[in-house]
Each structure stands twice: as structure tokens, then as C-alpha cells.
């Protein structure tokens, strides 16, 4: 497996108004992603999975540490453009990620247009494509959001993020708002896509069933710093955590011994 992102002693603060010390949201985490490679990256709400994530892009700024993609080292303006096109992100909120005044052709396809990629009619029949890849219609091109329900808009924002081709998509809380059944239909196409495209992705959420089904690899995070990590199985069998013991425990009608997602 080719390396493809890396993050080194990721530290982010934030200033608080009115407090002498900043508050650390990211405390010294290093991790990578290989190429086709899930993580799964969880932990309770406000431990830094989504500053992180963000860190890894390029729209959260490092206080401290060091990215490098495809083994080289990124800080300039040019190398965050590099790396933007071959790791997408994918929002959390399938409601206020699409621009309700853009068509689902003008969301999906605004990378290919401000790069001015190929002629038009080359970069309609690209988001027809990518719009079929996701189990949408070609036609659904000319509809705006409002028309689409919260499991077509993540397919939506997904057709965006694969448009050029990317070889790391950070997914952030992206089924959180959905019915089980749509979740479950959104991950599948996430294997996929993983397996037709060979894609890798960042999954961060905080439903460890969820995280458990798609992941190859967890890394579970606490107060900003990384507790544990490894092989999916290995940490359900033996976390060495007691917080992720917690996170397990706290999983609805999970069955260690089944050790099955039930409710997928
Ligand atoms: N822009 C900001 N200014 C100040 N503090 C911030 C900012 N963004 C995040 N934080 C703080 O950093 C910490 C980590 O937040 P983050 O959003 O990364 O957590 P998370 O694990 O993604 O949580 P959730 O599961 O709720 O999405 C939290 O204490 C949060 O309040
Ligand atoms: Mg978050």
C-alpha cells in the first residue's frame, strides 16, 4: 500500500477571547492513510476529529506539525492546491453544503468549470458520469438541491468530491442526519466506490457501529490527542482503552460476542 497522506505532531489552539491560555483542540496527533486504505476515526463529541480532518486539507490551520502527501513535505500555497485535488472532503450536513441557488450540473461540476477542463460538452457528460457513479440520473443535472432528499444530497456532495478523480476523500460525520437505512445504503456505495475507483477515506464519526462496518483501521480520539489505533477487529476484541471499552459499551444493542453491526 502506497502512503498517501501523512500528518506529523498536528497541534492546533485556539485563542479564547477573555482567556489567558488557548484552548488545544488538536494535541500532538500523528497518522496516514494509504492508498484504497478506510480509517476510522471516532471518539466523543469535541475530542478534534473534525479539526484534524480539517487540518488535513488545508482549511484548518496548523499551529504546529507537518503534512506531507505523497512523501513530500506541504506548506506553500501551491502545495495545498496540489493536495486539494487529490483529497476532497465531504461535509457533515447534507442540508447547508449544497448552494440552494446552484444547479446540481453547476455544484458537481465547479471544479472542471474553474479550471476550465476540457469543452462544456466534455465537462456535462464528466458530471453525468460521476452523477451515474453515485446512483443518481444524468438528468438529475438541472434540478437544484431543495428537490433531493439528505441520502441523494451526500450523493450529491460525493459526486462532487470524486469529479476529479481524487485518491483520499475525508468523510465528516456524512450519514449523521440520516435515517439507518439511507446510512447503510451511503456506506455501501462508499465500498463501492472504494472498490471501483480505488478511493481511500478518512471516516470520521462518532457511531462506532457505523465506523466498525466500513473501517479497515480506527483510530479513536480523546481531548485532542489519539488513544488507540489499529486493526477494526483488533480493537473490538481487546481495547486497551478504557475509554474506547466506554464507546463500545456505548454502542446500542451491540453484541460483543456476535460482534455484528445489528442494527446495519
Ligand atoms: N473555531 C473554533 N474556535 C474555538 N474552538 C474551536 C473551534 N473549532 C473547534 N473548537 C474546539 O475544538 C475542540 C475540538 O472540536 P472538533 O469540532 O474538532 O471536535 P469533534 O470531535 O469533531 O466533535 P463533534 O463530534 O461534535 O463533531 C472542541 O473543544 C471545540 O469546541
Ligand atoms: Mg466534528
Known amino acids: 500500500m502506497t502512503e498517501i497522506l501523512r500528518g506529523e505532531h498536528l497541534r492546533r489552539e485556539y485563542r479564547i477571547p477573555g482567556q489567558r ?131 441523494q444530497r451526500q450523493r450529491i456532495s460525493l459526486a462532487r468530491a470524486l469529479i476529479m478523480q481524487p485518491r483520499l476523500i475525508i468523510c465528516d460525520e456524512i450519514t449523521s442526519g440520516l435515517d439507518v437505512s439511507v446510512q447503510a445504503q451511503i456506506l455501501n456505495l462508499l465500498l463501492e466506490l472504494r472498490d471501483r475507483l480505488d478511493v481511500a477515506y478518512i471516516f470520521v464519526s462518532h457511531d462506532l457501529r457505523v465506523v466498525k462496518y466500513l473501517s479497515d483501521r480506527i483510530i479513536v480520539m480523546k481531548q485532542g490527542q489519539i488513544v488507540e489505533e489499529g486493526a477494526v477487529e483488533q480493537i473490538f476484541a481487546a481495547p486497551n482503552a478504557e475509554y474506547t471499552r466506554d464507546l463500545i459499551a456505548a454502542v446500542p444493542h451491540f453484541d460483543p460476542t456476535r460482534g455484528s453491526t445489528a442494527a446495519l
Open 21 to 151: 491560555s488557548p484552548l488545544v483542540a488538536v494535541d500532538d496527533v500523528s497518522l496516514s492513510v494509504s492508498s484504497g486504505e478506510i480509517v476510522g476515526l471516532v471518539g466523543e463529541s469535541g475530542s478534534g476529529k473534525s479539526t484534524v480532518s480539517r487540518m488535513l486539507v488545508g482549511i484548518e490551520q496548523l499551529t504546529s506539525g507537518d503534512l506531507y502527501f505523497d512523501g513530500k513535505p506541504v506548506r506553500s500555497r501551491g502545495d495545498f492546491r496540489t493536495l486539494r485535488e487529490d483529497v476532497q472532503y465531504v461535509f457533515q450536513d447534507p442540508y447547508g453544503s449544497l448552494a440552494p441557488h446552484l444547479t446540481v450540473r453547476q455544484t458537481v461540476g465547479d471544479s472542471l468549470d474553474l479550471r476550465g477542463l476540457g469543452t462544456p460538452k466534455e465537462r456535462d457528460d464528466r458530471v453525468a458520469q460521476v452523477l451515474e457513479e453515485v446512483g443518481l440520473r444524468a438528468a438529475d443535472a438541472k434540478s437544484y438541491p431543495a428537490v433531493f432528499s439528505g441520502g
